[in-house]
């Protein structure tokens, strides 16, 4: 529990300055992956992202795409090999079929951490 805790503190106190890339690029096994409530509408990324690459890759694209007016992370929550960790952002979509909609969003993520690194990350919010 207590390599969870670390990872989790260190995702948050980058995630906190905006270092989303350097978070993922200490974090991450080469083999994590992100897990979707949903795969969006109209985006070519899947629900289910696998490699650190692959989602390397999909975090700078969206990043392009994106103005984050405002971000924020919670404290995490460690359970276990486990965390949960709320973030919240206020952004535009500067492409795409959402392309000049500003939205407030909120969501839960939860972290599964193996051998020291973030190994899952899984994503729960609503798109109500």
């Given amino acids: 529990m207590a390599a969870t805790k670390q990872v989790a503190e260190k995702l948050c106190e980058l995630c906190s300055r905006g270092e989303h890339a350097k978070a993922m690029q200490d974090l991450y096994a080469d083999d994590a992956r992100h897990v979707e409530v949903m795969a ?3 985006s070519p990324w899947p629900r289910v ?3 650190k690459a692959a989602l ?3 975090s700078e694209e969206w990043s392009k795409m994106t103005t984050v007016h405002r971000s924020s992370i919670g404290k995490p929550i460690v359970n276990g090999n486990q965390f949960l960790v709320e973030m919240k952002m206020d ?4 492409a795409g079929p959402m392309a000049g909609v500003r939205m407030d969003m909120s969501e839960q993520c939860l972290y599964t951490v193996k051998n020291g690194k973030i190994a899952e990350a899984k994503f729960f919010y609503s798109m109500g």
Avoid: L, S, V
Avoid at 91 to 94: G, I, L, R, S, Y
């Fill in 56 to 58: 390397q890759k999909y």
């Fill in 40 to 42: 969006m509408p109209g």
């Fill in 91 to 94: 952004a535009t979509q500067n």
């Fill in 49 to 51: 992202m696998e490699g």
